[in-house]
């Protein structure tokens, strides 16, 4: 199971002195990857976001953009430098996604989001972050369900990782602070358990509200889009995918709002197409359609032939009660 924030985070870092940051930073990304990718653990091409921060002005930005981490340190530093505006560096700020296998039942499957692979340097420190967002290292998974065999392929590679970072890097490794998930170990991460002593269910508990979240609030605190909640009535079409309904498109002038009512949120592929609504109503918002005319556009439907209208907890309540 793959979750939306951090199941275990782990960092090593180092005091510095008279190092060029940009270098340095390149360097340890670089070094770094190249440990869970000796375990497949991270595939495909190394892409990276960099930020060069400047010396005294920690929003002005020297440079910003997406790398392929191909050919040497010193080429890439120099790629950089020649895009680069005029300016002394005070820190440097590289970010990975990265997209492994895992192994269940004998059978090694590809993984995306696996983990995050950081690295930033400034004057007096480097750092690099491994984030995992994965519980396939762990005795249970997320709902507190016992996965003895994908915790033996899968854990001991994750172990071979840290251990191998530790060496590479030059640094003490540093298990951070719990999780909703888990608590990272310096060898890998163990389950949060209920006072009882049983595995929590934390995906029903933590992941499935942080994913509905987005169905109800808008981002930039209710700023960018329509609104996500109403308290009176909305029209709503049903939307069904190969696998049945996939949830409710629903409008109201009346705020202005509209959103998409996910059936299910459990199910990585359906909540993913789910999300897709949403950008499909931004873009409606973005181009200047009322709530009404992206209900019936999105949908291929008049709003006489919508259903509705009905308060938007009831219907709210009938999904999660299907």
């Given at each position: 199971m793959i979750a939306s924030t951090p199941v275990a985070r782990w960092t090593w870092g180092d005091f510095v002195e008279g190092v060029d940051p940009l270098v340095r930073c390149l360097a340890d990304l670089t070094a770094a990857r190249s440990v869970p990718a000796s375990y497949r653990?991270?595939?495909?091409?190394?892409?990276?976001?960099?930020?060069?921060?400047?010396?005294?002005?920690?929003?002005?930005?020297l440079f910003q953009g997406e790398l392929t981490a191909g050919g040497?340190?010193?080429?890439?530093?120099?790629?950089?430098?020649?895009?680069?505006?005029p300016g002394r560096i005070g820190s440097v700020d590289a970010r990975s996604t990265v997209a492994g296998s895992l192994v269940n039942g004998g059978e090694e499957l590809s993984a995306e989001g696996l983990f995050d692979l950081n690295a930033s340097v400034d004057t007096n420190f480097a750092m690099v972050e491994l984030i995992t967002y994965s519980d396939a290292w762990m005795p249970y998974d997320l709902k507190g369900r016992a996965q003895s065999a994908v915790y033996e392929a899968n854990a001991p590679r994750l172990e071979a990782v840290l251990a191998e970072l530790t060496r590479v890097l030059g640094?003490?490794?540093?298990?951070?602070?719990?999780?909703?998930?888990?608590?990272?170990?310096?060898?890998?991460?163990?389950?949060?358990?209920?006072?009882?002593?049983?595995?929590?269910?934390?995906?029903?508990?933590?992941?499935?509200?942080?994913?509905?979240d987005?169905?109800?609030?808008?981002?930039?605190?209710?700023?960018?889009?329509?609104?996500?909640?109403?308290?009176?009535?909305?029209?709503?079409?049903?939307v069904v995918d190969g696998r049945g309904v996939l949830g409710y498109l629903w409008a109201s002038e009346a705020e202005p709002a509209?959103?998409?009512?996910?059936?299910?949120?459990?199910?990585?592929?359906?909540?993913?197409?789910a999300l897709a609504w949403l950008d499909r109503l931004r873009s409606a918002f973005d181009r200047g359609l009322?709530?009404?005319?992206?209900?019936?556009?999105?949908?291929?439907?008049?709003?006489?032939?919508?259903?509705?209208?009905l308060g938007l907890p009831e219907l709210r309540a009938r999904v999660q009660g299907a």
């Open positions: 653990l991270a595939l495909g091409e190394p892409t990276f976001r960099l930020t060069v921060s400047e010396a005294g002005r920690p929003a002005g930005v040497s340190v010193e080429e890439l530093s120099d790629t950089v430098r020649t895009a680069m505006r640094s003490d490794m540093d298990p951070e602070d719990p999780t909703y998930f888990g608590t990272p170990t310096g060898t890998g991460v163990v389950n949060r358990l209920e006072q009882d002593g049983t595995p929590s269910d934390s995906w029903s508990r933590y992941e499935i509200p942080r994913r509905y987005a169905f109800t609030h808008a981002p930039g605190f209710g700023r960018i889009g329509y609104h996500r909640s109403v308290t009176g009535d909305v029209r709503y079409v049903p509209a959103s998409f009512e996910p059936v299910d949120l459990d199910d990585y592929e359906r909540y993913r197409a009322s709530p009404s005319q992206a209900l019936t556009e999105l949908t291929g439907r008049s709003l006489d032939d919508a259903a509705g209208p």
